[in-house]
T-cell receptor, first 112, second 113 residues
Framework: EAQVTQNPRYLITVTGKKLTVTCSQNMNHEYMSWYRQDPGLGLRQIYYSMNVEVTDKGDVPEGYKVSRKEKRNFPLILESPSPNQTSLYFC???????????FGPGTRLLVL | SQKIEQNSEALNIQEGKTATLTCNYT??????LQWYRQDPGRGPVFLLLIRENEKEKRKERLKVTFDTTLKQSLFHITASQPADSATYLC????????????FGSGTKLNVKP
C-alpha cells in the first residue's frame, strides 16, 4: 500500500531535549516536505527536499533541521525544542512537479 | 511572500444543496492550484488540481474554477452529503520555486441532514 508514515504519532517532551520525528514514503517520490499546522494559521511549510541531499527552507524553518540521506526518508530534527514548537506536524511526498502531495498521519508534539 | 485567504468561518448548508468555498491569493500568479480535504486529526487528502490555463475542472460531484484575473479559485460540491463535512484547504506552489507550497487556513464545511 502506497503511504507516508511518521513516527512517533504523539510526543510529549521538555524544553531543550533534542528530538527527531521520522518520515518515510514507499512510493519512490523525489519531493518531500514537512509542515506544521496550528489553529487559525493553517499548514505552514517548514522544509522541503527535491531529492537526496537537496533541501531548502520553507516558510517557517527556524528551530528545525532536516536531512535527506536516502530517497525514502526525511527526518525532522528539533535540536532544542521550545514550547512555541508545540504543534501538529505533517510529512508529505510527491512524485513530480505539479503532482499531488501525499500526507502522513501527523505527529502531535507537546513541548513543556 | 504568498498569501492565501479562505473563509475562516464555517459554512453550514443543508444536505442536497451546493457548497461553494472560496480561495483568494495575492502577490503571485501560480501555475496551478490544489484543493485538499482534511478530517479532524488526520492528514490532508488531495481532491483536485487546476492549472492556470484551465478555467474549470470536474471530478464526480466536485468542481473547481480558477480565475487568474481575480486571483481566485472556487470549489463547489454539488448534491452535498453529511459525509462531505470536513475542512477544505487550497494550496498553491510558488512558480519559481518548485515544491515550495502555501496553504490557506481552510474552510470548515458542515452539511446538515
Amino acid at each position: 500500500e502506497a503511504q507516508v508514515t511518521q513516527n512517533p504519532r504523539y510526543l510529549i517532551t521538555v524544553t531543550g531535549k533534542k528530538l527527531t520525528v521520522t518520515c518515510s514514503q514507499n512510493m519512490n517520490h523525489e519531493y518531500m516536505s514537512w509542515y506544521r499546522q496550528d489553529p487559525g494559521l493553517g499548514l505552514r511549510q517548514i522544509y522541503y527536499s527535491m531529492n537526496v541531499e537537496v533541501t531548502d527552507k520553507g516558510d517557517v524553518p527556524e528551530g528545525y533541521k532536516v536531512s535527506r540521506k536516502e530517497k525514502r526518508n526525511f527526518p525532522l530534527i528539533l535540536e532544542s525544542p521550545s514550547p512555541n514548537q508545540t504543534s501538529l506536524y505533517f510529512c508529505a511526498s510527491s512524485g513530480r512537479v505539479q503532482e499531488t502531495q501525499y500526507f502522513g498521519p501527523g505527529t502531535r508534539l507537546l513541548v513543556l | 511572500s504568498q498569501k492565501i485567504e479562505q473563509n475562516s468561518e464555517a459554512l453550514n448548508i443543508q444536505e442536497g444543496k451546493t457548497a461553494t468555498l472560496t480561495c483568494n491569493y495575492t502577490n503571485y500568479s501560480p501555475a496551478y492550484l490544489q484543493w485538499y480535504r482534511q478530517d479532524p486529526g488526520r492528514g490532508p487528502v488531495f481532491l483536485l488540481l487546476i492549472r492556470e490555463n484551465e478555467k474549470e475542472k470536474r471530478k464526480e460531484r466536485l468542481k473547481v474554477t480558477f480565475d487568474t484575473t481575480l486571483k481566485q479559485s472556487l470549489f463547489h460540491i454539488t448534491a452535498s452529503q453529511p459525509a462531505d463535512s470536513a475542512t477544505y484547504l487550497c494550496a498553491l506552489e510558488e512558480g519559481d520555486n518548485f515544491n515550495k507550497f502555501y496553504f490557506g487556513s481552510g474552510t470548515k464545511l458542515n452539511v446538515k441532514p
